[in-house]
């Protein structure tokens, strides 16, 4: 059975800085890994989609890598925003579904 | 192009009750998924459609089914309800190859809120 963790479970940083999440799970067979962001109280808005195939994927200022063999993936985040303040989600997809960490829960601070 | 619309946004049942959300995908997004999030559980997924079709099922009781109509649009169903199904349930769409593996992004809508008192 897929298993998704996140470390850590809470990060604050000063603004500015650069951050990296962590996202590991126990079964390399995956089609994909896609994180996500989530404000509170609100859906799940899509950072960046990795297939397995692939080793990394870049949208502005995020970067997500994915190391299948060793089933982790981060999420690096360069000169952080208070407006990055969210709960990030990585989301494993394999055969039968698609499986979700708890979340990190990210505050910048101006 | 719109995003993933759910109806309704908020909602709220009694015990024993049931209640259908509404879920409209993104224009030409075949696949829609369900999922339910509560403080407690996280993120689980409940069931995929495709082509009218339930193809994935999540580990969720017998009172909780969904459908999906020829124009993609889909709905679940929860029935006796119970206090426990108080949750943000959230539906997400995405292509999906002719081989029916899901292999694409998926886009979520801003979810229904229900409290079951």
């Given amino acids: 059975k897929q298993e998704v963790t996140q ?3 809470a990060l604050s940083v000063p603004e500015g800085e650069n951050l990296v999440l962590n996202c590991s799970f126990t079964d390399s067979a995956i089609y994909n890994l896609q994180w996500f962001r989530q404000d509170p109280g609100k859906g799940l808005t899509s950072l960046l989609l990795i297939q397995s195939s692939q080793r990394e994927q870049t949208s ?5 890598s994915l190391d299948k063999s060793s089933g982790r993936s981060t999420l690096y985040i360069a000169a952080s925003q208070p407006g990055d303040s969210a709960t990030y989600l990585c989301a494993v ?3 039968n579904d698609m499986r979700f960490g708890a979340g990190t829960r990210l505050t910048v601070k101006p | 192009k719109a995003g993933v619309t759910q109806t309704p946004r908020y909602l709220i049942k009694t015990r024993g009750q049931q ?3 509404s879920c409209s995908p993104i224009s030409g ?3 829609v998924s ?3 999030q509560t403080p407690g559980q ?3 997924f409940l069931f995929e459609y495709f082509s009218e079709t ?3 099922k999540g580990n969720f009781p017998g009172r909780f089914s969904g459908r999906q109509f020829s124009n993609s649009r889909s709905e679940m169903n929860v029935s006796t309800l119970e206090l426990g199904d108080s949750a943000l349930y959230l539906c997400a769409s995405s292509l999906r190859t002719s081989g029916g593996r899901s292999y694409n992004e998926q886009f979520f809508g801003p979810g229904t809120r229900l409290t079951v008192l």
């Fill in chain 1, 7 to 9: 470390i850590p479970a």
């Fill in chain 1, 60 to 64: 502005g200022r995020l970067n997500a």
């Fill in chain 1, 93 to 95: 997809k394999n055969n």
């Fill in chain 2, 19 to 21: 209640v259908t959300l």
């Fill in chain 2, 29 to 31: 997004h075949r696949s």
């Fill in chain 2, 34 to 36: 369900w999922y339910q």
């Fill in chain 2, 42 to 44: 996280g993120l689980q």
């Fill in chain 2, 54 to 56: 339930q193809r994935n």
